[in-house]
Nanobody
Framework: VQLQESGPGLVKPSQTLSLTCTVS??????????WSWIRQPPGKGLEWMGA???????YYTPPHNSRTSISRDNAKNTVYLQMNSLKPEDTAVYLC??????????WGQGTQVTVSP
């Protein structure tokens, strides 16, 4: 399974961020897969933001649930992250993860997002 994140790179404060995770090698509707967005701010650990499941259910971790939306396009085999009202502290590497069980755990290489005027 290959995951490729893409996004704008640089975003201004208060704007909306849209990221894409393009998936190959597995269908995003394959049973039991969770497709997650995780970020890592500079000098900090990983933050699990939320996920969309193989059936389309979504889950979010506070405090991300108030500004974050995860969606998918089955025809394009793609998962999306949208985050509004961006702040400088949202600067991070954003990663896409696919997991079905401990033996099926895949990561993209991540995409850098910098929030700056």
């Amino acid at each position: 399974v290959q995951l490729q994140e893409s996004g704008p790179g640089l975003v201004k404060p208060s704007q909306t961020l849209s990221l894409t995770c393009t998936v190959s090698g597995e269908s995003i509707t394959t049973n039991f897969y969770y497709w997650s967005w995780i970020r890592q701010p500079p000098g900090k650990g990983l933050e699990w933001m939320g996920a969309i499941t193989y059936s389309g259910s979504t889950y979010y971790t506070p405090p991300h649930n108030s500004r974050t939306s995860i969606s998918r396009d089955n025809a394009k085999n793609t998962v999306y992250l949208q985050m509004n009202s961006l702040k400088p502290e949202d600067t991070a590497v954003y990663l896409c993860n696919a997991k079905a069980n401990p033996h099926y755990d895949y990561w993209g290489q991540g995409t850098q997002v910098t929030v700056s005027p």
